[in-house]
């Protein structure tokens, strides 16, 4: 009887692991044939190491595993949106195929007018690839925000502050996800952007900087959005749960400590930057820009 019961438990888990298994495959395959295509067509300008290679190789498939897994990160929660409260997908949809496109256009502008070459195409082939596991998370987020402001008035007020720090959990917890794309494509580029002595690549540092930059822009604009609309939750649950009416001084500093309180137990007491940076990987891409400034002693 205990086997039994336990079967069920098990095939669900395994259900569970179905998508990142085919997503973080889809990403690696993608990554082996952007090395595969390194190596059979070198860059122009100039060639680079075997060490160079392999270090860039091992970024690469990071950069590809990621993607994947953060894509099938925004696929699951999505679903776990859908668990808490039925919205429309329609505009999150947009939003994110939108975003996609955009990075898209970028990317192709970018190899047309600028003449890249094919080792840039290789390195916008990637970024594409982190760009679509960021729409999903972005998406994700979206909904996120939509499911908060759907949130009905007329539910329980425990009701309301579960579905809250449920929605608020998922949205911290896909933060990381974020950074982590754009560290590791930032890690990427970094190596194969670093001046050597038969590459000086005076522009190089410079453009690391500038796609870190962006992309650390890009991480924090994403993850405002569901952290407007529960920041909006959290006030109006805040002032529902510790509410400041008394007369009575004594009376009122005991709600003002009461509604300190409750303003940590919501998460209206941390600031953007604070949550930002408690995902360790969003720091990446700065510290990897100026690592490459470094170098180059600029």
Do not use: K
């Not at 940590?264 to 990897?288: F, H, I, K, N």
Request: charged share 20%; proline share 5%; with cysteine.
């Amino acid at each position: 009887m205990r086997a039994q019961r336990a079967t069920p438990r098990r095939d669900a888990r395994a259900r569970s692991l179905v998508a990142p298994v085919r997503c973080g495959a889809a990403g690696v395959l993608l990554a082996v044939a952007v090395l595969v295509h390194a190596r059979l067509y070198p860059a122009e300008d100039c060639g680079v190491s075997d060490a160079e290679f392999a270090l860039w190789s091992l970024l690469v498939l990071g950069v590809g595993l990621s993607a994947g897994l953060a894509s099938a990160r925004g696929l699951g929660a999505r679903r776990e949106v859908a668990r808490i409260r039925a919205i429309a997908w329609g505009p999150p949809n947009a939003i994110a195929a939108i975003g996609l496109a955009g990075l898209a256009g970028l990317l192709v502008l970018a190899q047309v007018v600028g003449r890249e070459s094919t080792a840039s195409a290789r390195g916008a082939v990637l970024t594409l690839a982190a760009g679509v596991g960021g729409a999903l998370i972005g998406r994700a987020g979206v909904g996120i925000a939509a499911a908060q402001d759907a949130a009905p008035t007329s539910a329980g007020l425990g009701a309301r502050v579960a579905d809250h720090l449920l929605l608020r959990d998922l949205s911290r917890a896909l933060l990381p996800w974020l950074g982590s794309l754009v560290a590791l494509t930032t890690l990427a580029l970094g190596v194969a952007r670093l001046p050597t002595d038969a590459c000086p690549r005076p522009d190089g540092p410079v453009e690391v900087l500038v796609f870190g930059l962006v992309g650390t822009a890009l991480v924090a604009g994403i993850h405002a959005i569901p952290r407007a609309a529960l920041r909006r939750a959290a006030t109006e649950l805040r002032d529902l749960l510790a509410p400041v009416d008394a007369d009575d001084a004594d009376a009122l500093r005991a709600q003002l400590r009461a509604r300190e309180e409750t303003e940590r137990m919501l998460g209206l007491t941390t600031s953007l930057l604070d949550e930002l940076q408690a995902g360790v990987w969003v720091a990446g891409p700065l510290l990897t820009a100026l690592a490459g400034l470094a170098v180059s002693g600029l």
